[in-house]
Nanobody, 115 residues
Framework: QVELVESGGGLVQTGGSLRLSCAASGRVFSINAMVWYRQAPGKQREWVATITNDGSTNYAASVKGRSTISRDNAKNTMYLQLNKMKPEDTAVYLC?????????WGQGTQVTVSS
């Protein structure tokens, strides 16, 4: 079992920045990849970025070039740095882990970008 807890969300103005965190606990050694998703009100869940155990990263076109996904393995924590934020970035941001014994979701952290 893996537990995921997101933090770092909040209210930010257009053009501002936030760093989201996802702290993992439990069978963290079984995690192969960690992913950020987001879900805006009335919209489907959207993939944002992925980081694998070898450090490979991928980004959705909507955030590429203004976001960075990273991991601190010593702290069992994943981060998402969001810059030049836009109102359309407003969503609940969720952490997702793919492990050898299952797939796990966090509860999410709310990000609101004011125009």
């Amino acid at each position: 079992q893996v537990e995921l807890v997101e933090s770092g969300g909040g209210l930010v103005q257009t053009g501002g920045s936030l760093r989201l965190s996802c702290a993992a606990s439990g069978r963290v050694f079984s995690i192969n990849a960690m992913v950020w998703y987001r879900q805006a009100p009335g919209k489907q869940r959207e993939w944002v970025a992925t980081i694998t155990n070898d450090g490979s990263t991928n980004y959705a076109a909507s955030v590429k070039g203004r976001s960075t996904i990273s991991r601190d393995n010593a702290k069992n924590t994943m981060y998402l740095q969001l810059n030049k934020m836009k109102p359309e970035d407003t969503a609940v941001y969720l952490c997702y882990a793919v492990s050898s014994d299952g797939k796990y979701w966090g509860q999410g952290t709310q990000v609101t970008v004011s125009s």
